[in-house]
């Protein structure tokens, strides 16, 4: 599946921004999706995401409270990720991914992850 995640921009400390993900393929109940992001110099990390079955969905401590994955059902082809109350560290490049995983299980490992899309820039100042 292709992916192309979107959104990204500049915005101050305390703002916010909706990233979206484009897939050219049917998400739900093939996909279990995950947004990830890379800041300069740092390994890429899990931000949040969902399992297959859309059932489970997990968030990283750091972002918990902030950021959001907006859904009333399983998504077609677009995911977003709804990040509020911004800050300085948020600031990285962002990427959606999909992965074949278990049904119920969120993927927070990057490796796991079969497709990725190009990235967005998401640049909070103070």
């Known amino acids: 599946v292709q992916l192309q995640a979107s959104g990204g921009g500049l915005v101050q400390a305390g703002g916010s921004l909706r990233l979206s993900c484009g897939s050219s393929g049917r998400i739900a109940g093939n996909y279990a999706m995950g947004w990830f992001r890379q800041a300069p110099g740092k390994e890429r990390e899990f931000v949040a995401g969902f399992s297959r079955s859309g059932r489970n969905i997990k968030y990283a401590d750091s972002v918990k409270g902030r950021f959001t994955i907006p859904r009333d059902k399983i998504p077609e082809k677009m995911v977003h990720l709804q990040m509020n109350s911004l800050k300085p560290e948020d600031t990285a490049v962002y990427y959606c991914?999909?992965?074949?995983?278990?049904?119920?299980?969120?993927?927070?490992?990057?490796?796991?992850?079969?497709?990725w899309g190009r990235g967005t820039l998401v640049t909070v100042s103070s």
């Open positions: 991914g999909a992965a074949f995983g278990r049904w119920d299980s969120v993927i927070i490992d990057a490796p796991a992850y079969d497709s």
